[in-house]
C-alpha cells in the first residue's frame, strides 16, 4: 500500500482550507495528477450520499501510487473535508471551481520542485479542468479527461428531459429557462411550473448558468497540452459518442474506449442496467482493466504495458 497524507490548501476566494489527500509522495521528477471529481456530492474517494460507493477515485489514487505516480484527490468547496471553505456548496461557479483548482495545482507544484501538474477530470470534473486548462494552460502538463461530456450541458440536459414523453408539455418552458440562465439572467420560482423547480432551484441556477456557458468543444481546443480522452463503452451517463467528438475536436488527443467498463469505471458482466448499477456500491470491485495503463501510458509518455 502507498501512503496517503491529509493536504490542504486555500485561496483570497474562500473562508476556510480545501481539502485532500494525497497519495504517493510529492517530489521532483515524480509526474503529479489532481483528480477533479464528478457532479454533486462526490467526495475525494469518488462516492456519494446517493448511492454511489464504488471508491474510484481512491482506487486509481492507489494504482497510480504503486506506478510511480502521485496523486491529490479532493473534496469541493463547502462539501466534507472542505465544508469550511464556504458556507453554501451550492453557491459557486465554474470560475469558481478553477479557482480552487489553480490553488491546488500551485500548492502540489510548490511541493514537488516547481513541475506543472496533471488535471484528471471525472464526469463534471472534466468539463472543469478543460475550463482551467483553457484559462491558464502554462500551469499544466495535460488533460486526462474521464468520462467527459462534449456537448453542452444545457443541450445535455434538454435531451435527457425530452427522452421522457411525459415532458414534452414542459419542453418549451425548459427551453426558456435554459436560455435564461445560460445568459446570465435569473429565474424566479414562483412562476415555474413546480415540476421544474428541484432541477433549476435559484440557488443553483448561478452554477446552472455558468456550466451552460461553457462549450466544451471550444475549451479542449484552446490550447495545445496533451490530452487523454477515456471513455467506457458501457457508460450510461456519458455516451463513448461523446469521447470521440472530442477527439474529433482534437485529433492529436489519445482516445480510449474501454469495453465494458462504466461511468464509474468498473467492469459490468453484462449489458443490462440493473448489472451495471450495482457495481456503483460495489468498492470491492476492481477498476476496469485498462484504466490505469492509459493514464500512466500518457502521464510517462512510455507504453505501460
Excluded at 112 to 117: K, L, M
Excluded at 268 to 281: G, I, Q
Aim: negative net charge.
Amino acid at each position: 500500500m502507498s501512503a496517503q497524507e491529509a493536504i490542504t490548501t486555500t485561496h483570497a476566494g474562500l473562508q476556510g482550507d480545501l481539502a485532500g489527500t494525497l497519495e504517493g509522495t510529492l517530489a521532483q521528477g515524480t509526474p503529479a495528477v489532481l483528480i477533479v471529481p464528478g457532479s454533486g456530492p462526490t467526495d475525494r474517494d469518488g462516492n456519494s450520499p446517493l448511492g454511489i460507493a464504488a471508491q474510484s477515485y481512491k482506487l486509481l489514487a492507489e494504482a497510480l501510487a504503486q506506478r510511480g505516480i502521485a496523486s491529490v484527490r479532493i473534496d469541493k468547496r463547502g462539501m466534507f473535508g472542505s465544508a469550511a471553505a464556504v458556507p453554501d456548496p451550492n453557491d459557486v461557479t465554474v470560475d469558481d471551481y478553477v479557482a480552487d483548482i489553480e490553488s491546488w495545482a500551485d500548492r502540489i507544484s510548490q511541493a514537488s520542485g516547481g513541475q506543472c501538474v496533471w488535471l484528471l477530470g471525472h464526469s463534471e470534473g472534466g468539463l472543469m479542468t478543460m475550463a482551467a486548462a483553457a484559462k491558464d494552460p502554462s500551469r499544466y502538463c495535460g488533460l486526462l479527461l474521464v468520462a467527459s461530456v462534449a456537448r453542452n450541458l444545457g443541450d445535455v440536459l434538454r435531451a435527457q428531459l425530452a427522452a421522457n414523453p411525459a415532458n414534452a408539455p414542459l419542453l418549451p418552458e425548459i427551453d426558456a429557462i435554459i436560455a435564461k440562465l445560460k445568459a446570465g439572467d435569473s429565474v424566479p420560482a414562483a412562476g415555474m411550473h413546480p415540476a421544474l423547480v428541484p432541477l433549476f432551484a435559484p440557488q443553483v441556477q448561478g452554477f446552472l448558468g455558468s456550466v451552460f456557458r461553457q462549450e466544451p468543444a471550444e475549451v479542449i481546443a484552446a490550447h495545445d497540452l496533451p490530452v487523454l480522452i477515456l471513455n467506457g463503452s458501457a457508460d450510461l451517463q456519458t455516451p463513448a459518442a461523446d469521447a470521440r467528438a472530442l477527439a474529433n475536436v482534437r485529433p492529436d488527443a489519445t482516445l480510449v474506449i474501454l469495453e465494458r467498463a462504466n461511468h464509474v469505471l468498473k467492469q459490468v458482466p453484462d449489458d443490462t442496467s440493473a448489472a451495471n448499477l450495482a457495481t456503483y456500491a460495489d468498492p470491492d470491485l476492481p477498476l476496469a482493466p485498462g484504466v490505469v495503463d492509459a493514464i500512466v501510458e500518457v502521464v510517462t509518455g512510455s507504453d505501460a504495458s
